[in-house]
């Protein structure tokens, strides 16, 4: 239904559109950061080996377990030497294990006196678990989202690509494709790259040679060869990459611009994307706010079209 003047009124989408624009600047945390975003931010600094990431990794996957463990079990369960322990410890700033161990351990105990922590649920079967999981997944990545600084500008970079490339290969194609679908909503050229090889890379160098500056990559485990070897080719193009992935380390990490890390649910046989559904959508809802005009002249063309055609059922 329209206003007075016979306007009419805005579609759901364009007037979420309207009401969910990104604030900028930090907010005040009511939890404090969490720890997987902490160590992130403690293991993010040097390029590290593959030896030392997967130390990393590991700290990061077990914190309120690792941060207890000896040098010993630290290197078996890492599957490293204690001399590669020793020279992490070194890597990432610290004087030698006994001193990173004693700020893992603060991190540990701070996660556990406040705030939602992998633990052993009580009594749960493996879908609550599963559920829980994501759940601490999506409060992680509530906590990251108290400072958009970054998302929002990387938002109006995305925005201003024309052409922009979305890429996602193998089960992360499924993402680049919710993503993409969206973004045409309010962006006039999106290229979708789902396919790896020689046919990733003349996209990539096309969309380069059209005016592209920027990719949009999503890589979910098991990380793709392919996928590294698309964002190599990009960044050699002059693209510049905003990745969004469940590692902040790793090759294909070290080899974007921008990473905007989030954990993944790997307690049943597939993975599940909770919390990278919603990183997508914060990316989406920050190109919306990067040219409002633009956004909501596409939405009511769309609108107009949808409604012609009956794209849609009427609820």
């Known amino acids: 239904m329209g206003d007075k003047r016979g306007a009419p009124a805005p579609s759901p989408q ?15 945390p009511e939890t ?23 130390i990393a990794q590991y700290l990061i996957e077990h914190i309120t377990e690792a941060a207890f463990l000896s040098i010993t079990d630290l290197a078996e369960r ?5 001399p590669s322990v020793t020279r992490f410890a070194a890597a990432v700033g610290f004087s030698g294990y006994p001193a990173l161990r004693e700020k893992l351990q603060a991190i540990a105990l701070g996660a556990l006196s406040g705030g939602p922590v992998a633990a052993e649920e009580n009594g749960a079967n493996e879908l609550q678990s599963a559920v829980d999981a994501e759940i601490d997944n999506l409060e992680n990545l509530r906590r990251d989202f108290a400072d958009p600084d970054q998302l929002i500008d990387v938002g109006r970079k995305l925005s201003q690509s024309t052409p922009l490339t979305i890429l996602g290969l193998r089960i992360s194609a499924s993402l680049a494709e919710y993503f993409a679908y969206a973004a045409r909503r309010i962006h006039p050229d999106v290229r979708l790259v789902t396919r790896g090889g020689s046919v990733a890379y003349d996209a990539l160098l096309q969309s380069r040679e059209a005016g592209g500056t920027w990719v949009l990559a999503f890589s979910m485990p098991r990380h793709a060869q392919e996928t590294l070897t698309a964002v190599r080719v990009a960044r050699s193009a002059g693209l510049r990459v905003a990745l969004v992935t469940d590692l902040a380390l790793g090759p294909v990490a070290d080899t974007a611009d921008v990473v905007f890390s989030t954990g993944t649910g790997s307690r049943l046989v597939f993975d599940s994307y909770a919390a990278p559904g919603v990183m997508a959508a914060a990316l989406l809802q920050a190109m919306t706010d990067a040219d409002p005009e633009r956004t909501q002249a596409r939405l009511e063309d769309y609108e107009q079209i949808s409604d012609q055609h009956q794209f849609f059922l009427r609820d």
Not at 18 to 25: E, H, R
């Open 32 to 54: 404090g950061v969490s720890p997987t975003s902490q160590l992130r931010t403690l293991f993010d600094q040097p390029r590290l080996s593959p030896g030392q990431r997967r």
């Open 78 to 82: 890492a599957g490293v030497s204690q």
């Open 14 to 28: 364009q007037a979420r559109a309207q009401a969910s624009a990104i604030t900028s600047g930090k907010s005040v």
